[in-house]
């Protein structure tokens, strides 16, 4: 059984995690500012991806959430020229990482 400390802490993890892109434009969340640095729309979906994939496909064989966004953030995702013009808006990970039933 895991402890209220750590499950508190992994909660405030994915709270500050929700938050980073508050501060960043739409238009620059899914836009490469470096060549050699994933987008941060893309690292924001990937941590959730993997957190919902871990929490709710591995723990409960539920892989309701995680298979709609596999092709984008599992770890055989098609090349970033060919990923990066398929990510998810910002409001859309924001959905995919608080919804309301988790």
Same mark, same amino acid.
Not at 2 to 30: C, K, M, W, Y
Not at 88 to 98: T, V, Y
């Given at each position: 059984? /895991?402890?209220?400390q /750590?499950?508190g802490?992994?909660?405030?993890?994915?709270?500050?995690?929700?938050?980073?892109?508050?501060?960043?434009?739409?238009?620059? =969340?899914?836009?490469?500012?470096?060549?050699?640095? *994933?987008?941060l729309?893309?690292?924001?979906?990937? &941590?959730?991806?993997?957190? /919902?994939?871990?929490?709710?496909? =591995? =723990? /409960? *064989?539920?892989?309701?959430?995680?298979?709609? =966004?596999?092709?984008l953030?599992?770890?055989?995702?098609?090349?970033? &020229? *060919? !990923?990066?013009? !398929?990510l998810?808006?910002?409001?859309?990970? !924001?959905?995919?990482? &608080?919804?309301?039933? !988790?």
């Amino acid at each position: 059984m /895991t402890s209220p400390q /750590t499950l508190g802490a992994l909660s405030t993890a994915h709270q500050l995690l929700t938050q980073l892109p508050a501060r960043i434009p739409e238009r620059d =969340v899914n836009r490469r500012l470096h060549p050699d640095i *994933e987008p941060l729309g893309r690292l924001l979906g990937r &941590s959730m991806y993997l957190e /919902t994939y871990w929490l709710r496909q =591995v =723990v /409960t *064989e539920d892989d309701e959430m995680t298979r709609c =966004v596999r092709h984008l953030f599992a770890y055989d995702a098609p090349a970033p &020229s *060919e !990923r990066d013009e !398929r990510l998810p808006r910002l409001p859309n990970c !924001r959905a995919f990482a &608080s919804p309301s039933d !988790r």
